[in-house]
């Protein structure tokens, strides 16, 4: 199981515009497949869990 948060803030701006700022955090806990074939006789879409590990981001949108 993962948890995913976002966080944002609207600030208005210009006659009716305005700008939001978020930020978050994927895969909060860092869970991660343990258990990865290996070998010569392997299959590669023997995935099952989250395929990024915990990542930070940030952004912002102008909306008018």
Known sequence: MT???KVSYQI???KGSRLE???GVQNMTDAFQKDFDK?????SSYIYGPS???SYFASAKLSF
């Open 3 to 5: 948890f995913n948060t």
């Open 12 to 14: 208005p701006f210009y």
């Open 21 to 23: 700022i978020s930020g």
């Open 39 to 43: 070998g010569r006789d392997r299959i």
């Open 52 to 54: 990024f590990p915990r």
